[in-house]
C-alpha cells in the first residue's frame, strides 16, 4: 500500500470517527469522494500497451485488467484551518470493492443519521409566488 493511505479497516474506524466528531459540532461537512485509480500513479505495473486498442486515443477506458478505487474523505477545513483538516485515504482493489461499499454504505448512513434536515419551507414559498406571478405568453399546444 502507498504510504499515506490506510488499509480498509482503519478507514472505516476513523471515518467513523470523523462522522462522531462532525455530529458533536455545530456545523461542519464531510466530503467523500472517489475515483478509479489509473496504473501510472500508485506505482502499479505499467498501462497496457497501446496495441490492445489501436484506434482509441483513450486507451485507458479500455484496460487489460480491473482497477483499483481511490477512496477519499475529508472534513472540509478551509486553508484557514489546515491544521485541523482531517484527510482520509484508501485504495480498495478490484476483488474488495463489494464487500467495501456495503461496509462503507453502513458507516455512511450511521454517519449521517445525525445530520438537521433542510429547512425548505421558504424555499417552496419562494416558488409559489414565482409561479402566480409569471408569463403567461407561452402555452403548449
Known amino acids: 500500500m502507498v504510504a499515506g493511505h490506510l488499509d480498509i479497516d482503519d478507514f472505516f474506524t476513523r471515518l467513523s470517527e470523523l462522522f462522531d466528531s462532525r455530529r458533536k459540532a455545530e456545523h461542519g461537512s464531510i466530503f467523500l469522494?472517489?475515483?478509479?485509480?489509473?496504473?501510472g500513479s500508485s506505482g502499479l505495473s505499467s498501462?497496457?500497451?497501446?496495441?490492445?486498442v489501436p484506434s482509441d486515443s483513450?486507451?485507458?477506458?479500455?484496460p487489460a485488467s480491473p482497477l483499483p478505487v481511490l477512496i477519499r474523505a475529508t472534513n472540509g477545513k478551509?486553508?484557514?484551518?489546515?491544521?485541523?483538516?482531517?484527510k482520509l485515504a484508501t485504495i480498495v482493489q478490484p476483488d474488495d470493492?463489494?464487500?467495501?461499499?456495503?461496509r462503507y454504505a453502513e458507516v455512511c448512513r450511521t454517519g449521517m443519521q445525525a445530520l438537521?434536515?433542510?429547512?425548505?419551507?421558504?424555499?417552496?414559498k419562494g416558488k409559489a409566488k414565482k409561479r402566480k406571478g409569471g408569463v403567461d405568453g407561452e402555452k403548449k399546444g
Open 116 to 124: 438537521k434536515k433542510r429547512d425548505r419551507s421558504g424555499r417552496k
Open 33 to 39: 469522494t472517489q475515483k478509479r485509480l489509473s496504473h
Open 97 to 102: 470493492l463489494e464487500r467495501f461499499f456495503v
Open 78 to 86: 478551509s486553508k484557514e484551518h489546515k491544521k485541523d483538516k482531517i
Open 47 to 52: 498501462p497496457s500497451s497501446p496495441s490492445a
Open 58 to 62: 483513450f486507451a485507458d477506458l479500455h
